[in-house]
């Protein structure tokens, strides 16, 4: 059990009318200890049955557990407590992009945007949503997978742990880009407090090699992540290189998006 959650975990012993459910119940989802998650936040929402923050993190909860129709009726809730949740037309954004209804998305992320129109990682999920649908001007290009002939992949994604560019395939070829997003969140919070500890200041990269694969995780700008997945032959510092080629492709994307 990480410090934070023991921290929460106890505060919410000690104060169970707080709100630390929140907290406690994104920071075990964020871990993947999905079924904790959901005890706490169900527990919580108990106790405050019209807080839209509360019904967004179970919908994301369930999004994670792949109950796509729950997560629906929880987001839908959250909007019905707070019209403008944000975090809710996003989710059902989401939903409707992967259930193929793309006018609906579109409607979705456009009165998000409306509600936070400085938001790059809103604009690019409405471009991308719009290129689909042949509407308005084809949404620029996403960053350049880490290819190049070189055995790497790349995927970029929000502060939510939303998809923005690119696509990480699991051994068994199927798509895993969705599951890695939401985990990668996690290991970021994990190595800020790791540096932290140690007071190394901010932290640049986090670097994995193992035996099927070797990762390599940035932060090209301030609220996205970009992880480059290489195969076993790709030395370490070429990966690196790779990475922070994708990572300078990702804040120029970034850029003309904004």
Do not use: K, N
């Amino acid at each position: 059990m990480s410090d934070e959650i023991r921290l929460l975990t106890a505060r919410l012993t000690a104060e169970p009318d707080s709100l630390a459910f929140l907290p406690l119940g994104e920071a075990l989802r964020r871990r993947g200890q999905l079924d904790a998650a959901l005890t706490v936040v169900l527990a919580g929402i108990q106790r405050y049955p019209a807080l839209a923050d509360g019904h967004d993190l179970l919908a994301r909860i369930r999004t994670d557990r792949a109950e796509g129709d729950l997560a629906f009726d929880a987001w839908t809730e959250a909007l019905r407590h707070d019209p403008a949740h944000v975090g809710a037309l996003r989710g059902l954004a989401f939903l409707a992009f992967r259930g193929g209804d793309l006018g609906r998305a579109e409607r979705h992320l456009a009165a998000a945007l409306a509600l936070v129109p400085d938001d790059a990682s809103l604009r690019a999920a409405l471009s991308r949503v719009r290129a689909s649908r042949g509407v308005g001007a084809p949404a620029p290009p996403p960053p350049a997978p880490a290819t190049g002939g070189e055995g790497a992949d790349s995927l970029l994604v929000d502060a939510q742990g939303r998809c923005l560019a690119g696509l990480l395939l699991g051994a068994d070829g199927s798509d895993r880009s969705e599951a890695t997003a939401a985990a990668m969140g996690g290991v970021a919070r994990e190595a800020s407090r790791v540096v932290r500890l140690l007071g190394l200041g901010e932290w640049r990269a986090v670097a994995v090699e193992s035996e099927p694969g070797s990762m390599h995780l940035v932060a090209p700008a301030g609220d996205t992540l970009l992880l480059v997945v290489a195969d076993p032959g790709v030395p370490p510092g070429r990966l690196a290189l790779l990475a922070d080629r994708a990572a300078a492709a990702a804040r120029r994307w970034l850029e003309r998006l904004a």
